[in-house]
């Protein structure tokens, strides 16, 4: 499986990390940069008010290769490798994970979706790491929690 994972800043400047299914292989940095970016221009907030996409710092290809040796692969195997990065598909329709979209088809569906100034109600910023050192320079990552 291969995805794109792009790092961005939130409007509290704390980091946390998204990950973009179904990307074509021979796309462009520039394309895809293009598109992140244009995200930076959605002004979605959690439910705190907090911007989600502030700005983007970077994207990377991230390819995959699982080989069963035996017996079925654990569901919670796979959600614990996946904490700290969110998927794009989350903020979606359920019925948008049926169709094959492009990266860009992913965010021009997010935009018809949410105006902006839109707070997404039941989703909120939680720190992954909070036992960072204060005089650390790595900013503490976060994740957007769907609530209860």
Request: no cysteine; aromatic share 0%; proline share 0%.
């Given at each position: 499986m291969r995805k794109i994972v792009a790092t961005f800043k939130n409007g509290e400047n704390k980091t946390h990390c998204w990950s973009f299914d179904q990307v074509e292989p021979d796309e462009s940095g520039a394309k895809i940069r293009q598109a992140l970016e244009r995200l930076t221009t959605s002004n979605i907030f959690d439910e705190a008010g907090i911007e989600i996409f502030k700005q983007v710092l970077d994207a990377k290809f991230v390819e995959t290769i699982?080989?069963?040796l035996f017996g079925e692969e654990s569901a919670k195997d796979?959600?614990?490798?996946?904490?700290?990065i969110q998927a794009l598909e989350r903020l979606l329709p359920d019925e948008a994970a049926?169709?094959?979209l492009e990266l860009t088809q992913k965010i021009d569906l997010l935009f018809e979706q949410y105006s902006a100034g839109m707070k997404l109600k039941g989703f909120r910023f939680e720190a992954v790491a909070d036992d960072l050192d204060s005089e650390s320079d790595k900013e503490p990552e976060v994740f957007l929690r769907e609530l209860d």
């Open positions: 699982e080989t069963v796979s959600e614990e490798e996946a904490e700290g049926a169709r094959k």
